[in-house]
T-cell receptor, first 113, second 110 residues
Framework: EAGVAQSPRYKIIEKRQSVAFWCNPI?????LYWYQQILGQGPKLLIQ????????DSQLPKDRFSAERLKGVDSTLKIQPAKLEDSAVYLC???????????FGPGTRLTVT | QKEVEQNSGPLSVPEGAIASLNCTYS??????FFWYRQYSGKSPELIMS????GDKEDGRFTAQLNKASQYVSLLIRDSQPSDSATYLC??????????FGAGTILRVKS
């Protein structure tokens, strides 16, 4: 079974530029999560999707971050405009409705200069 | 604010010893408990899940849960240098977002 796929793996941008990350969850997993992990900290949830609906986006900075999962499969997370403090690893995870374990993709390391 | 607390470490143990990692959580509504291992530059890898009070063993790993004390632990027996990593404790309500601790750095010295 293929794992969670993410791209790109690395991205370097200047502040005020925009960036987008892509995630394809494990096949059949209805729930998809985006987490932000700042160096030295544990991952923090940004947004949770159930199929193509948003379950929790309470910690998503909505003035600059947006995410979508239009067909209930893959998802895109966008940052516009980026700030220096957005430098982090962006992790995508997924699980099924009946199995609570979440599995993570390799992550995208974003550096904002 | 739901919180998960872990000692940051580093926890240093000799090869072959037992490593004991601890975690406390604030939300009594938490029902699912997980331990992830994260190597430097890599993403978190699930190593244990536990849902009921007591012990759960999987190979060299044993997870322990005490909901009354809001305490979760992970024991690693016969520690190997390859176990050196950051161990993340995570809790959730069923099927929902994970709340992570900051992680404990484990170093196994050969």
């Amino acid at each position: 079974e293929a794992g969670v796929a993410q791209s790109p793996r690395y991205k370097i941008i200047e502040k005020r530029q925009s960036v987008a990350f892509w995630c394809n969850p494990i096949s059949g997993h209805a729930t998809l999560y985006w987490y932000q992990q700042i160096l030295g900290q544990g991952p923090k949830l940004l947004i949770q999707f159930q199929n193509n609906g948003v379950v929790d986006d309470s910690q998503l900075p909505k003035d600059r971050f947006s995410a979508e999962r239009l067909k209930g499969v893959d998802s895109t997370l966008k940052i516009q405009p980026a700030k220096l403090e957005d430098s982090a690893v962006y992790l995508c995870a997924s699980n099924s409705r009946t199995v609570y374990e979440q599995y993570f993709g390799p992550g995208t390391r974003l550096t904002v200069t | 604010q739901k919180e998960v607390e872990q000692n940051s470490g580093p926890l240093s143990v000799p090869e072959g010893a037992i490593a004991s990692l601890n975690c406390t959580y604030s939300d009594r509504g938490s029902q699912s408990f997980f331990w992830y291992r994260q190597y430097s530059g890599k993403s978190p890898e699930l190593i244990m899940s536990i849902y009921s009070n007591g012990d759960k063993e999987d190979g060299r790993f044993t997870a322990q849960l005490n909901k009354a004390s809001q305490y979760v632990s992970l024991l690693i027996r016969d520690s190997q240098p390859s176990d050196s990593a950051t161990y993340l404790c995570a809790v959730s309500e069923y099927g929902n977002k994970l709340v992570f601790g900051a992680g404990t750095i484990l170093r196994v010295k050969s």
